[in-house]
């Protein structure tokens, strides 16, 4: 027996503070698609128990191994990484289509700016000024000093 403190106190049984995803090497993710084949429904469940897998993993497997055999069985799983300019051309798109949006916006407020104008041009004068023509009239019309009484 070793004096290890390690091994005297057991495994630790905390959870890692960062989950890792696991990865299967090719060769393994074959062997199981035999083994899984070959097995009725009860020892597929207790295979799949076993080495902690999920029939998620079968089906994407099969998929991968219908596609390109071995080969696409060892290609990491993911997405496949992006071409640097894939992704600045789609930050310029986005760009684009919100500055789209914005000179849409701006061209409505401009717009709205030229109807005001010109119906503020044709009213008369008092209408501008937020008088009532109605008033407007009776002051004219009507002498200082009569208004008074």
Do not use: F
Request: glycine residues 8%; hydrophobic residues 35%; charged residues 30%.
């Amino acid at each position: 027996m070793s004096d290890s403190p390690s091994l005297a106190r057991g495994p630790d049984p905390e959870v890692p503070a960062r989950a890792t995803r696991r990865a299967y090497s090719a060769r393994y993710k074959a062997q199981i698609l035999l083994e899984y084949d070959a097995l009725d429904a009860v020892g597929r469940g207790a295979l799949l128990r076993r080495h902690g897998l999920y029939t998620s993993h079968i089906s994407t497997w099969r998929k991968l191994r219908e596609q390109g055999g071995l080969a696409a069985l060892a290609g990491a799983p993911g997405r496949p990484p992006t071409d640097p300019r894939e992704r600045e051309v789609a930050r310029l798109q986005r760009k684009n289509a919100r500055l789209q949006t914005e000179l849409s916006t701006a061209q409505q407020v401009i717009a709205m700016q030229g109807k005001l104008a010109c119906r503020l041009a044709a009213a008369p004068h008092g209408m501008r000024m937020g008088v009532p023509r109605a008033a407007e009239a009776r002051r004219t019309l009507v002498p200082r000093a009569r208004r008074e009484n």
